[in-house]
């Protein structure tokens, strides 16, 4: 149980472009989604909490008009990178609980490479 | 300020048992998670661990002191799949998240 499925698995795209991201909880209900970036050989570093129904809380140093993140239901939320630029490019994590103070359970993530 | 501890990074052989520490200062605590990270993929849970004491399963153990601030994962009879980052994670009084910057296992045959 607990199945997060995220999609893309990778993306290749063109600079000024953007990009959605996509990530699911498969066989649970999640209220709360958090999204992740991971650059080489650093720790995970939380972006966003994603909320069903509400606006996104972003972290300290996160441009909410750059990665907009939308939770349209309980199954559901997005990460799209707007304008995307090579510093961009990174490894982004979506991490749902099927349940309030429960472990976190991830999606497989999603390598971007802007070029 | 908030802060969680672990080594950089450890060597071991196939077969053996390495100790993987994490030491921690938060606002609360709500418990202490363990994840394995392959390289290139998502972290995946491992344990989880509340109270005072060693978590069995299976060749992994955790054991949490709550008093010391310290935690640290087994590993027993050591696989070359083994071969990880172990990043250990906090849940402070507000329930959120506090990530170690992990340990690289580096396992030897």
Not at chain 1, 15 to 42: H, N
């Amino acid at each position: 149980g607990a199945v997060v499925s995220q999609h893309p698995s990778w993306v290749i795209c063109k600079s000024g472009t953007s990009v959605k991201i996509e990530c699911r909880s498969l066989d649970f209900q999640a209220t709360t989604m958090f999204w992740y970036r991971q650059f080489p050989k650093q720790s995970l570093m939380l972006m966003a909490t994603s909320n069903e129904g509400s606006k996104a809380t972003y972290e300290q140093g996160v441009e909410k008009d750059k990665f907009l993140i939308n939770h349209a239901s309980l199954t559901l939320s997005t990460l799209t990178v707007t304008s995307a630029h090579p510093e961009d490019s990174s490894f982004y994590i979506c991490s749902a609980q099927d349940r309030e103070h429960s472990p976190l359970h991830f999606g497989n993530g999603t390598r971007l490479t802007v070029t | 300020g908030q802060n969680i501890d672990q080594p950089t990074e450890m060597t071991a052989t196939e077969g053996a048992i390495v100790q993987i520490n994490c030491t921690y200062q938060t606002s609360g605590f709500n418990g202490l998670f363990w994840y394995q990270q392959h390289a290139g993929e998502a972290p995946t849970f491992l344990s989880y661990n509340v109270l005072d004491g060693l978590e069995e399963k299976g060749r992994f153990s955790s054991f949490l002191s709550r008093s010391k601030g310290y935690s640290y994962l087994l590993l027993k009879e050591l696989q070359m799949k083994d071969s990880a980052s172990y990043l250990c994670a906090v849940m402070d009084s507000n329930y959120q998240l506090i990530w170690g910057a992990g340990t690289k296992l580096i396992i030897k045959p």
